[in-house]
């Protein structure tokens, strides 16, 4: 089992930033693919961003490419997203995420969420 909470999360105005944080716990953090997916109200979750186990391959959806990076730091089993320009359509639950596959395919482990509200 890998547990994962997330925090960082906040009100903010267009235009802003905030950094996510998940703190990972249980299995051996470093093997896993670890992410985000986020879901708006009314909306369906979806993909945001993914670091492969090493760090050393990142992706991103298209609506975030440019504006969020994925970060981690498998000394301290964190994951981060630093998320810059924020729109409000960037308004959302951020849930961290983990797999040992790509997380686009399926995801293993889910934290318990964290909001983001960008007001305009």
């Known amino acids: 089992q890998v547990q994962l909470v997330e925090s960082g999360g906040g009100l903010v105005q267009a235009g802003g930033s905030l950094r996510l944080s998940c703190a990972a716990s249980?299995?051996?953090?470093?093997?896993?693919?670890m992410g985000w997916y986020r879901q708006a109200p009314g909306k369906d979750r979806e993909f945001v961003a993914q670091?492969?186990?090493?760090?050393?391959?990142?992706y991103y959806a298209d609506s975030v490419m440019g504006r969020f990076t994925i970060s981690r730091d498998n000394a301290k089993n964190t994951v981060y997203l630093q998320m810059n320009s924020l729109k409000p359509e960037d308004t959302a639950v951020y849930y961290c995420?983990?797999?040992?596959?790509?997380?686009?395919?399926?995801?293993?482990?889910w934290g318990q969420g964290t909001q983001v509200t960008v007001s305009s």
């Open positions: 670091s492969s186990w090493s760090g050393g391959n990142t």
């Open positions: 995420t983990a797999a040992r596959g790509s997380l686009r395919v399926g995801v293993e482990y």
């Open positions: 249980g299995r051996t953090f470093s093997v896993y693919n």
